[in-house]
C-alpha cells in the first residue's frame, strides 16, 4: 500500500527557533499533499493544501508567512514553521493523494513542542 | 461547503458488544466519505471508504459502515468490540472529484470495558 514517512516524529524546540517538518511519499508520486493540525483531542483541521512545482494554498487564519510550506518534487513536502512560539506546539500531520478516488494517505505526525 | 457531525464524543462499550459510532454529513455534492482511526500519538489509518457503488462497506478489523443518502448519515459498526478497538474515530468526507482536502468530524473517542 501507500505509504507516508514524516520527520522528525518528535521535536523540541525553543521559542524562536525555525522547525522543518518533511513529509514523503515513500512508494508513490504525490502532486498534491495536505497539512493538518491537531490539538489535544480535538480534530484535524487543515492548514494548507500543498501542489507540487506551485505555491501552496492556505486556509483562513493560517500565516503563510510563519508556516511555510515547500513542495520541490513529487515525493517530498516541507512544513517550516519559523520563529516558533509555545502556541505553535501541536501534532502536524501530512497526507498525500494518490491515485482515483480521491483517497489521502497519512503519515504518522510530527509533535513539536515549543519551549 | 461540506461538513462532519459525530454525534458523541466519546463512547464506551463493553469487551463483545456493539460498536456503532454516528456520523452525518452535510454535501452539496456526491460525497466521498470515510472513517479513519487514531491511536495515541500516531498518525490516521484508514478503517473504510465509501466513493460510489454498494453502499455497504466493509472495512479492516471487522467494522463496516452503511451510506445512506436519504439520512445523510454514514454510522460506524462492528459487530463485537475488542479491547484493541479503543481509539479515537474520524468520520471524514471530501468531493468526489479534483484534489480536495478531507473535512474531518470533532472524533469519537471509544473506550472498551473488560
Known amino acids: 500500500g501507500a505509504v507516508v514517512s514524516q520527520h522528525p516524529s518528535w521535536v523540541i524546540c525553543k521559542s524562536g527557533t525555525s522547525v522543518k517538518i518533511e513529509c514523503r511519499s515513500l512508494d508513490f508520486q504525490a502532486t498534491t499533499m495536505f497539512w493538518y493540525r491537531q490539538f489535544p483531542k480535538q480534530s484535524l483541521m487543515l492548514m494548507a493544501t500543498s501542489n507540487e512545482g506551485s505555491k501552496a494554498t492556505y486556509e483562513q487564519g493560517v500565516e503563510k508567512d510563519k508556516f511555510l510550506i515547500n513542495h520541490a518534487s513529487l515525493t517530498l513536502s516541507t512544513l517550516t514553521v519559523t520563529s516558533a512560539h509555545p502556541e505553535d506546539s501541536s501534532f502536524y500531520i501530512c497526507?498525500?493523494?494518490?491515485?482515483?478516488?480521491?483517497?489521502?494517505?497519512f503519515g504518522p505526525g510530527t509533535r513539536l513542542t515549543v519551549l | 461547503a461540506q461538513s462532519v457531525t459525530q454525534l458523541g464524543s466519546h463512547v464506551s462499550v463493553s469487551e463483545g458488544a456493539l460498536v456503532l459510532l454516528r456520523c452525518n454529513y452535510s454535501?452539496?455534492?456526491?460525497?466521498?466519505l470515510f472513517w479513519y482511526v487514531q491511536y495515541p500519538n500516531q498518525g490516521l489509518q484508514l478503517l473504510l471508504k465509501y466513493t460510489t457503488g454498494a453502499t455497504l462497506v466493509k472495512g479492516i478489523n471487522g467494522f463496516e459502515a452503511e451510506f445512506k443518502k436519504s439520512e445523510t448519515s454514514f454510522h460506524l459498526t462492528k459487530p463485537s468490540a475488542h479491547m484493541s478497538d479503543a481509539a479515537e474515530y474520524f468520520c471524514?468526507?471530501?468531493?468526489?472529484?479534483?484534489?480536495?482536502?478531507?473535512?474531518f468530524g470533532k472524533g469519537t473517542r471509544l473506550s472498551v470495558i473488560a
Open positions: 497526507s498525500a493523494l494518490a491515485g482515483l478516488g480521491n483517497e489521502q494517505f
Open positions: 454535501s452539496s455534492v456526491p460525497p466521498y
Open positions: 471524514a468526507v471530501t468531493r468526489n472529484s479534483g484534489n480536495t482536502p478531507l473535512v
